[in-house]
T-cell receptor, first 111, second 115 residues
């Protein structure tokens, strides 16, 4: 069965520091992968998605970037964090039926 | 542009009763998908149920059913026999046909089940 991992689970970073969040998927090959952000008390906002290695689509121009160095690995990065980058970051993969399955998430607080 | 609206910020239901969570959507497309997710306090998003716009039957998954009314552009989630563990945020989402990779989420409804 498929499993999706995210780490770290929680992160507190100062403004201006770099960021790297990692997501890996097991049990499936060449999945479509997604990064979402959820602000407190809000719905999910799609940030990036990838249909294959090295293929990244950006949905919202911002302070973040994404990379897919391996088939089942998706990384979210920033060179300099802003206060507005605080939130709950979720990685997901897409099944054949169109539904997406999410990882446990990373709660990021920028101070 | 596609949009999902969930007008109920919070709902209460007694254990063992049924509850309906409302979702309306706005699209000019004929082909789309509708999804419901549950988000407990742990934060993980759990996929519950899917309805395709061309599906004639309402989707059901165990205690979850989707009341799909295409003409009214509504896709309400019905939870039967509520359990305490159903207390969570519930999100409705839609995938537009031009980009089935994209899920557009509503703002969610917080459901609280009391004994």
């Amino acid at each position: 069965s498929q499993t999706i991992h995210q780490w770290p689970a929680t992160l507190v970073q100062p403004v201006g520091s770099p960021l790297s969040l990692e997501c890996t998927v097991e049990g499936t090959s060449n999945p479509n992968l997604y990064w979402y952000r959820q602000a407190a008390g809000r719905g999910l906002q799609l940030l990036f998605y990838s249909v294959g290695i090295g293929q990244i689509s950006s949905e919202v121009p911002q302070n973040l970037s994404a990379s897919r160095p391996q088939d089942r690995q998706f990384i979210l990065s920033s060179k300099k964090l802003l206060l507005s980058d605080s939130g709950f970051y979720l990685c997901a993969w897409r099944a054949d039926g169109g539904e997406q399955y999410f990882g446990p998430g990373t709660r990021l607080t920028v101070t | 542009a596609q949009k999902i609206t969930q007008t109920q910020p919070g709902m209460f239901v007694q254990e063992k009763e049924a509850v309906t969570l409302d979702c309306t959507y706005d699209t000019s497309d004929q082909s789309y998908g509708l999804f419901w997710y549950k988000q407990p306090s742990s934060g993980e998003m759990i996929f519950l149920i899917y309805q395709g716009s061309y599906d004639e039957q309402n989707a059901t998954e165990g205690r979850y059913s989707l009341n799909f009314q295409k003409a009214r552009k509504s896709a309400n989630l019905v939870i039967s026999a509520s359990q305490l563990g159903d207390s969570a945020m519930y999100f409705c989402a839609m995938s537009p046909p031009e980009n089935t990779d994209k899920l557009i989420f509503g703002t969610g409804t917080r459901l609280q089940v009391f004994p």
